[in-house]
């Protein structure tokens, strides 16, 4: 089946500019996660969705960054006012269940803020 | 809260030489422990993961790991690598946390596969 999958694959935009950056997990999963690689590091956790439950937000770097999803489909990560320092890789993964902690990932958008 | 630490950044070896990547963990309880790979422009796919039972795990592509709790360790392990085993490993610890399991990456291991 069909795994996650995230668009734009590549994004750059100016700063000051806010981005929307979109997940499609697989169908049926309830979790999802968004996670943030920088170059030459380690993930980044950003914030998690399960099913209709309050999201956990503890990862969001400032207030410039948000996210939604609906029920159990599509998130988007909004990154308003970019900064330099958001250019990275974003990351989503989806999980069919609470306490796997097994997560499918997707390809990943890569952003550069000029 | 629980960490990992991947204290190797970058690795290289001889197509066909043995490998072991480390990494240790820090948790209170029983840890969730996983191996990903990045392998270039390609996202994070699951080699192997631990919850409970035998402490040596397989995984896929050869891989296998072994849970050593008094060392909290979680060493990733094959006997004979593959140029195409060239890629980022990511060794992550899940823990039960507000309801769900959250779980926390290393910042992995670069290996480099030399002829």
């Known amino acids: 089946g069909a795994g996650v999958s995230q668009s734009p694959s590549n994004k750059v935009t100016e700063k000051g500019k806010d981005v929307e950056l979109r997940c499609d997990p697989i169908?049926?999963?309830?979790?999802l996660y968004w996670y943030r690689q920088r170059l030459g590091q380690g993930l980044e956790f950003l914030i998690y969705?399960?099913?209709?439950?309050?999201?956990?937000k503890s990862g969001l770097p400032s207030d410039r960054f948000s996210a939604e999803r609906t029920g159990e489909s599509v998130s988007t990560l909004t990154i308003q006012r970019t900064q330099q320092e958001d250019s990275a890789v974003y990351l989503c993964?989806?999980?069919?269940?609470?306490?796997?902690?097994?997560?499918?990932f997707g390809p990943g958008t890569r952003l550069t803020v000029t | 809260a629980q960490s990992v630490t991947q204290p190797d950044i970058h690795i290289t070896v001889s197509e066909g030489a043995s490998l072991e990547l480390r990494c240790n963990y820090s948790?209170?309880?029983?840890?969730?422990l996983f191996w990903y790979v990045q392998s270039p422009g390609q996202g994070l796919q699951l080699l192997l993961k631990?919850?409970?039972?035998?402490?040596l795990v397989q995984g896929i592509k050869g891989f296998e790991a072994e849970f050593k709790r008094s060392q909290s360790s979680f060493n990733l392990r094959k006997p004979s690598v593959h140029w195409s085993d060239a890629a980022e490993y990511f060794c992550?610890?899940?823990?039960?946390?507000?309801?769900?399991?959250?779980?926390?990456f290393g910042i992995g291991t670069k290996l480099q596969v030399i002829p």
């Open positions: 169908s049926g999963h309830t979790a």
């Open positions: 631990y919850f409970s039972g035998d402490t």
């Open positions: 993964a989806s999980s069919s269940a609470r306490f796997s902690g097994e997560q499918y």
């Open positions: 948790y209170g309880a029983t840890p969730y």
């Open positions: 992550a610890v899940g823990a039960n946390s507000g309801g769900y399991q959250k779980v926390t």
């Open positions: 969705f399960q099913g209709n439950s309050a999201p956990d």
